[in-house]
């Protein structure tokens, strides 16, 4: 009995946490740190397209490569001591973060590099964006989601009555240096949203987006203010 009762107050004692499940910390720095400018238009993102073309042209894409993969960034700012994540509003009504389709054979980290710099930065799609590309910081994969059809509504896990996904969207948090300009198409506006407002927003910024805190409640935020 005595030996018993010693084994399961061993037990009961709480064991030291590891360092590997510790919040992870994240530095956020102020808004006001960034600088932002405007250069030519950008083409309408495929968003916009009528549902029909849409369709037609995923069909086409996934018959000639299979499935479609897409990677975005969550870039993290502070402003009113909160942290704020920046997105791209077009025309004024959609939400998008900034990123897009890979091509095929195009390797994560790299294509989102290359998205980020098109959308984000002075180069443009059409330009040599090598020097720029190696200063985005590529931080770890914080979330995927799928489609089992080209418009169905994506879900955060591989559903078991999944037979040929169709698309796989990734989400990479971006560690953002102090200070850096922020170059973006002039049909487009970079914002910058506090997590507060699109928690479980999803009929304003859909299930990817208003996921997110969700997504970053495993991480501790230092906010640097000024």
Known sequence: MGLEMEVM????????VPAAATAQGVE???LSRYYFGAKDAAAVPRGLESAADRALRLKANFAAHGLRTSVHGVLLVELFDHPHVLLLQVRNSSFVLPGGRLRPG??????L???????????GDGQDTDEDEDDWQIGECIGMWWRSEFEAIPFPYMPSNFRAPKECIK???IRL??????IV???????AVPLSQIHGNTQVYGPIISGIP?????FSFNVISD
Do not use: T
Request: hydrophobic fraction near 45%; glycine fraction near 2%; aromatic fraction near 6%.
């Open 9 to 16: 107050a061993a037990e009961a004692v709480p064991a030291a």
């Open 28 to 30: 956020i720095y102020p």
């Open 106 to 111: 195009e390797e994560d980290v790299q294509g």
């Open 113 to 123: 590099k290359r998205k980020l710099s098109s959308k984000l930065s002075v180069v």
């Open 171 to 173: 989400l990479f948090l």
């Open 177 to 182: 240096p102090m200070s850096r300009q922020f």
């Open 185 to 191: 198409p002039r049909n487009m506006k970079l914002l």
């Open 214 to 218: 969700n997504l970053l409640s495993k």
